[in-house]
């Protein structure tokens, strides 16, 4: 069986610990069985997976507004710094449905998707199950 698209792990990268409990729970629910990390921060997400250099396909929530880094930040620093065959899928996941925001978003290439929380269990088996029958 050729795993290389099959999703082993999810990192969710978000300033609230409700909002990665509950976007967790949803991952679960959605029959996502393979890791999840969270991060608290944008720079020790950063530090993390930049050092990782995503060694198993990955999928990342990445949350806007946070303290130091925000997500724009983050996104943009893991576009510029992961080798280009890191099977990566980033997720912008925030509360902001501001139109600027969405243009950002746009702008920055590594970005596939922008989505508005939260994080439901269907939303989240319609990301990762796609990914996954792939493998098969």
Known sequence: MNTHHHVHRVVLIDDSENDNFFHEIALRKAG???EVRIF???ESALDFLLHDQVSVPTIVFLDIN???MNGFDVARALGDRLQPQAELQLYMLTSSAWSVD???AESIGIIQQYLVKPLTADMAAGLIA???AASR
């Open 32 to 34: 996502f069985g393979g």
């Open 102 to 104: 969405k243009a950002t």
């Open 130 to 132: 796609p990914l996954c």
């Open 40 to 42: 608290e921060s944008g």
């Open 66 to 68: 946070m303290p130091g």
